[in-house]
């Protein structure tokens, strides 16, 4: 496992952070992480779409569909390239 593999997985997503979501039946977006969805018994995120076929339309997606892309940085409050595209 690759440095930048650990990080990604020790990462905790948060609000702002964009990410690579993957569907169940295999469609692809990237997106910004709205909210937490909570009460739902498992880790889900209201998501804004910002790349793909349905460009800025909300969705809900699980934590395990999430690929982080960018960590928003909430200390500089701008976004950080930490892992490759």
Request: hydrophobic fraction near 30%; proline fraction near 2%.
């Amino acid at each position: 496992m690759t440095k930048e593999q650990e990080e990604q997985k020790d990462h905790t997503f948060g609000k702002a952070d964009i990410c690579k979501a993957t569907l169940p039946n295999g469609d692809e977006f990237e997106c910004h992480l709205n909210r937490k969805m909570r009460g739902w018994g498992f880790p889900a995120w209201e998501v804004r779409i910002t790349k793909g076929g349905s460009r800025g339309c909300l969705t809900h997606v699980t934590e395990g569909q999430l690929e982080l892309l960018e960590a928003y940085d909430r200390n500089k409050a701008m976004s950080t390239s930490r892992f490759g595209r």
